[in-house]
């Protein structure tokens, strides 16, 4: 467990220090540490927080304390295991109850980070919520790149393998825009302050937060769109070389059309038939034929169908 007073920066202290001291406290325990010593917290919730089935992040404003989950995508590899942990917190301080160790990394990157000026309970909660994100903007500008670059390969008529990509892209961009709203709501029950815990002039951290969580969600949008265009450009591109495959078989069979109406004519063998006997019958038939097909090739040209 980890207890730390929010001075003019993170302190780590005791257990005794956390509750007697009167200055607002950060405290990060397992699930087990927490049923052990709630009692300690006087925060009146019986709270029995399940890390392992935490779906969503969110804040439930109860009598005389706030209470919550927070679910973060592990944005650099979507496929690996969300984080998950709750918290409790009221106007003296916050607990967080975390079996996998992560909002200790979060409290420990803000203790190296970040020293105030007029330390608060409410600058704190802003600057763990902003280390959720930190990297968030490289990460869009990352994935705009990477768009940038398919959608080039695609016009150059390379755009099969970044395809496959570009379906991904999508996906981590859906979840993180179910993860920026779901910030975007907790962010918006901090600022509404039913408690009265924070104040008042403190709450506009929280609105801040709201405006750059709304921001990286637009971004997030704006991004999933444009996959969407970039695979309409693919589907584009995929029926344009469709319809010269296609136009390329239409000028064939009409050139040879009129050839094969020779050859089924003159291949009827009727006994009576006069070119047959003429000795200047085949050159005359391959010399029609050649006319014909260089005749139809001049004029797709002309009309622009090769």
Same mark, same amino acid.
């Given at each position: 467990?980890?207890?730390?007073?929010?001075?003019?920066?993170?302190?780590?202290?005791? %257990?005794?220090?956390?509750?007697?001291?009167?200055?607002?406290?950060?405290?990060?325990?397992? #699930?087990?540490?927490?049923?052990?010593?709630?009692?300690?917290?006087?925060?009146?919730? &019986?709270?029995?927080?399940?890390?392992?089935?935490?779906?969503?992040?969110?804040?439930?404003?109860?009598?005389?304390?706030?209470?919550?989950?927070?679910?973060?995508?592990?944005?650099?590899?979507?496929?690996?295991?969300?984080?998950?942990? @709750?918290? %409790?917190?009221?106007? =003296?301080?916050?607990?967080?109850? &975390?079996?996998?160790?992560? @909002? +200790?990394?979060?409290?420990?990157?803000?203790?190296? @980070?970040? =020293?105030?000026?007029?330390?608060?309970?409410?600058?704190?909660?802003?600057?763990?919520?902003?280390? /959720?994100?930190?990297?968030? *903007?490289?990460?869009?500008?990352?994935?705009?790149?990477?768009?940038?670059?398919?959608?080039?390969?695609?016009?150059?008529?390379?755009?099969?393998? +970044?395809?496959?990509?570009?379906?991904?892209?999508?996906?981590? *961009?859906?979840?993180?825009?179910?993860?920026?709203?779901? *910030?975007? &709501?907790?962010?918006?029950?901090?600022?509404?302050?039913?408690?009265?815990?924070?104040?008042?002039?403190?709450?506009?951290?929280?609105?801040?937060? #709201?405006?750059?969580?709304?921001?990286?969600?637009?971004?997030?949008?704006?991004?999933?769109?444009?996959?969407?265009?970039?695979?309409?450009?693919?589907?584009?591109?995929?029926? /344009?070389?469709?319809?010269?495959?296609?136009?390329?078989?239409?000028?064939?069979?009409?050139?040879?059309?009129?050839?094969?109406?020779? %050859?089924?004519?003159?291949?009827?063998?009727?006994?009576?038939?006069?070119?047959?006997?003429?000795?200047?019958?085949?050159?005359?038939?391959?010399?029609?034929?050649?006319?014909? @097909?260089?005749?139809?090739?001049?004029?797709?040209?002309?009309?622009?169908?090769?």
């Amino acid at each position: 467990m980890m207890y730390y007073l929010i001075r003019d920066t993170l302190v780590e202290c005791s %257990a005794e220090d956390c509750h007697g001291s009167g200055v607002p406290y950060v405290a990060v325990l397992t #699930t087990e540490e927490w049923q052990s010593e709630r009692a300690g917290f006087d925060m009146g919730i &019986d709270l029995e927080p399940d890390t392992k089935n935490i779906l969503n992040t969110k804040a439930e404003v109860n009598y005389d304390s706030l209470t919550g989950t927070f679910f973060i995508p592990n944005r650099r590899d979507f496929d690996k295991e969300e984080w998950r942990f @709750a918290f %409790a917190m009221d106007e =003296k301080g916050i607990v967080f109850i &975390d079996d996998g160790g992560y @909002a +200790g990394h979060l409290i420990r990157r803000v203790k190296r @980070a970040k =020293k105030w000026h007029i330390p608060s309970l409410e600058r704190f909660l802003y600057d763990f919520l902003e280390q /959720i994100i930190y990297r968030d *903007l490289s990460i869009m500008e990352g994935y705009e790149r990477e768009l940038d670059q398919i959608e080039t390969a695609i016009q150059d008529g390379e755009g099969e393998e +970044g395809l496959i990509r570009l379906n991904t892209i999508r996906g981590e *961009l859906r979840d993180l825009r179910i993860h920026y709203d779901q *910030l975007i &709501d907790l962010g918006q029950e901090l600022e509404e302050n039913e408690n009265g815990f924070f104040k008042s002039e403190n709450v506009r951290y929280f609105h801040l937060f #709201t405006n750059r969580m709304t921001r990286l969600y637009d971004s997030a949008t704006s991004l999933r769109d444009y996959t969407m265009q970039v695979r309409d450009l693919y589907q584009a591109q995929l029926d /344009i070389k469709q319809n010269r495959i296609m136009t390329v078989l239409t000028v064939v069979t009409t050139i040879f059309m009129p050839l094969t109406l020779i %050859a089924g004519w003159y291949g009827m063998n009727f006994r009576y038939m006069p070119e047959l006997e003429s000795q200047w019958g085949y050159p005359i038939v391959i010399g029609v034929s050649l006319t014909i @097909a260089i005749v139809s090739l001049i004029f797709f040209r002309k009309k622009k169908w090769l």
